[in-house]
C-alpha cells in the first residue's frame, strides 16, 4: 500500500522559511517522479515542483528562486525548503508520487494527506 505522509507545515509571517517532508513508503522511491502541489483558498491546485529519478527539478515561475525541492532516496523523502515565503502561498501542500513508466499526470499517482502552510503579512 502507498504511504506518502508530509510534515513540516506551519503558520509564518511573510518573509520567513519553512520545510515541508513528505516519506514514502510502498513505492519503489527510486522510480518516482516526486512532486508538490498546493491548493489555496478559491484557488485550483497548481504544480509547485517537481524531481525526475535522476534529479532534474521544475519550478512554477511564482516560487523560482525561493524554494528548493530535493529528495534522499535512502529515507524515500522529498523536502521542500521555502525561503521568503508570501502571503500567496499559504496553502495546502500535497506531495505527490508518480511511477516515471506513466506519462506525466499525477493523478495517475499516489498522494499524500497534505500539510497546512499559513503564511501572515
Known amino acids: 500500500q502507498v504511504q506518502l505522509e508530509e510534515s513540516g507545515g506551519g503558520s509564518v509571517q511573510a518573509g520567513g522559511s519553512l520545510r515541508l517532508s513528505c516519506a514514502a513508503s510502498?513505492?519503489?522511491?527510486?522510480?518516482?517522479?516526486m512532486g508538490w502541489y498546493r491548493q489555496g483558498p478559491g484557488k485550483q491546485r497548481e504544480l509547485v515542483a517537481r524531481i525526475t529519478p535522476g534529479g532534474s527539478t521544475s519550478y512554477a515561475d511564482s516560487v523560482k528562486g525561493r524554494f528548493t525541492i530535493s529528495r534522499d532516496n535512502g529515507k524515500s523523502t522529498i523536502y521542500l525548503q521555502m525561503n521568503s515565503l508570501k502571503p500567496e502561498d499559504t496553502a495546502l501542500y500535497y506531495c505527490?508520487?508518480?511511477?516515471?513508466?506513466?506519462?506525466?499526470?499525477?493523478?495517475?499517482?499516489?498522494w499524500g494527506q497534505g500539510t497546512q502552510v499559513t503564511v501572515s503579512s
Open positions: 510502498g513505492i519503489i522511491f527510486s522510480m518516482n517522479v
Open positions: 505527490n508520487a508518480l511511477h516515471m513508466r506513466y506519462h506525466y499526470d499525477p493523478d495517475l499517482g499516489s
